[in-house]
């Protein structure tokens, strides 16, 4: 009996009646090897047979994945059948080594805010101020008190989940800020007013400035965990790439 008769309908359910897989591998299953069935039925099971098939494979415009797939569930069937003597060589497809496509994280650099740290005109500028001195979230802000700001010590106290966070206070900031009388009226504010002031000063968006305090910090030489630690971050995962190139 020649190999390639081995190969058919009735050696493949019983290959697959011996799997405990779900009806949707299965269905798979059985329509790959039906198609591999067809093709071997009047060739040799040789090495450069399945070669021609693996080539087949490719050129049928599938992808990587997909050939990848198919090919594995071949291979699951020959090994079966060399194991129960239905065939006499041990052969297999070369799988495909499936290329890992990297997406180049692009981090932004930083930009000039000159105008910023100037006197405060509207709602949206003294929010851009806030995340762009301490880093903070809008949620962040709404959480705030006025009495958060110690401006004799020059540091701002923020306390999150139970955790006490305190960042110092730029003098630059304190000289513009400190005669605020109304800041308990903007953090009593939803975060959508917040969302839509900020919009209308700079269209930068929130989580954009905030990745702007970042990378001042990172410029300034700050460690990593000291700044995961200003910015209330329990590990340094979302900070790693912006220190690739440190």
């Known amino acids: 009996m020649a190999e390639n008769s081995v190969i058919n309908e009735e050696r493949i359910l019983e290959y ?13 299953y059985l329509y ?9 039925e009047e060739r040799d099971l040789t090495k450069t047979n399945l ?9 049928d415009g599938l992808s990587q994945t997909a050939a990848k797939r198919k090919i594995s569930a071949i ?10 003597g239905n065939i006499s060589q041990y052969l297999q497809l ?29 709602v949206g500028q003294f929010i851009a101020l806030l995340i762009i001195e301490f880093g903070l979230t809008p949620t962040e802000i709404q959480s ?10 020059k540091i701002l106290s923020l306390t999150k989940n139970g955790f006490k966070r305190i960042i110092p206070m730029s003098n630059k900031f304190i000289l513009i800020s400190r005669s605020i009388t109304n800041g308990d009226e903007l953090f009593s504010k939803s975060r959508q007013f917040l969302y839509y ?14 990745e702007q305090y970042i990378l001042r910090q990172v410029t300034r030489g700050m460690k990593i965990h000291d700044l995961a630690g200003k910015l ?3 590990t340094t995962a979302t900070l790693e790439k912006y220190y690739k190139n440190e």
Do not use: C, H
């Open 197 to 210: 002031e900020l919009k209308k000063y700079t269209p930068l968006t929130a989580q954009e400035l905030r």
């Open 75 to 84: 291979n699951q069937f020959l090994k079966y059948s060399y194991n129960k």
């Open 232 to 234: 209330g971050l329990t």
């Open 144 to 153: 705030l008190s006025w009495r958060d700001f110690d401006w004799n010590f």
């Open 32 to 40: 790959d090897l039906r198609a591999f069935a067809s093709f071997m």
């Open 51 to 59: 070669d021609i098939y693996r080539q087949k494979l490719l050129a």
């Open 94 to 122: 070369e799988q495909i080594k499936v290329k890992k496509v990297q997406n180049d994280v692009k981090i932004p650099r930083v930009v000039k805010l000159p105008d910023v740290y100037g006197q405060i005109e509207s």
């Open 16 to 28: 697959l009646a011996s799997k405990s897989i779900t009806k949707n591998t299965y269905d798979n």
